[in-house]
């Protein structure tokens, strides 16, 4: 079946350094690819979002790229901050009742 | 503007026993389903529904049972509760015809015992 791999599961980076989170996908009808964060004891919350008919896109601190060739999308994190501590889960998507979640990745971010 | 709101945050169970997690959203959204969470296994889909009075299978409906009489409300019953079904429960919704992504609730754990 479809799936998307998630890697790594678990992230530990200094503040201040940058995090990179990647994902791949199998699905090739797949165009919408949206990244949530999940702090602990709170739901999934959307922070951002990439269409298949764009390569990058950033809002601030955060960024997404992705790759349709290759299925690869990724989130990138720069100057890490302590609040960015959190489980995030890139999914991948062609309509809101086909959607697939990656596993996670617990990020840590050290003082 | 609430949202999506589930009710209760906190819930055990005996083995055997029945209960309805209860999810409203404020949204008008078209879609709404329910997912649980468990330990390095991500998100899994038990229902979903596309708008009022049509509900569809996800990968584990097995043990819940889910209705939508209204645009605002999904509820998700577990008919006889067991062990394995001891997770954090997330309700979510989006607007079907534009979808850009899911608004989650704030989760509701279950404990069956």
């Known amino acids: 079946g479809e799936n998307v791999e998630q890697h790594p599961s678990t992230l530990s980076v200094q503040e201040g350094d940058s995090a990179v989170i990647k994902c791949t996908y199998s699905?090739?009808?797949?165009?919408?690819f949206p990244w949530y964060k999940q702090e602990l004891g709170k739901g999934p919350q959307l922070i951002i979002d990439i269409r298949s008919n764009v390569g990058e896109k950033k809002d601030q601190r955060i960024a997404v790229t992705l790759n349709k060739t290759a299925k690869h999308f990724s989130l990138h994190i720069t100057e890490t901050q302590p609040e960015d501590s959190a489980v995030y889960f890139c999914a991948a998507s062609s309509s809101a009742s086909k959607i697939i979640f990656g596993s996670g990745t617990r990020l840590s971010i050290r003082p | 503007n609430a949202g999506v709101t589930q009710t209760p945050k906190f819930q055990v169970l005996k083995t055997g026993q029945s209960m309805t997690l209860q999810c409203a959203q404020d949204?008008?959204?078209?879609?709404m389903s329910w997912y649980r969470q468990d330990p390095g296994m991500g998100l899994r889909l038990i229902h979903y529904s596309v708008g009022a009075g049509i509900t569809d299978q996800g990968e584990v409906p097995n043990g819940y049972n889910v209705s939508r009489s209204t645009t605002e409300d999904f509820p998700l019953r577990l008919l006889s509760a067991a062990p394995s079904q001891t997770s954090v429960y997330f309700c979510?919704?989006?607007?079907?015809?534009?979808?850009?992504?899911?608004?989650f609730g704030s989760g509701t754990r279950l404990t069956v015992v």
């Open positions: 949204m008008n959204h078209e879609y």
């Open positions: 979510a919704s989006s607007n079907h015809r534009e979808w850009n992504g899911y608004t």
């Open positions: 699905d090739s009808a797949s165009n919408y």
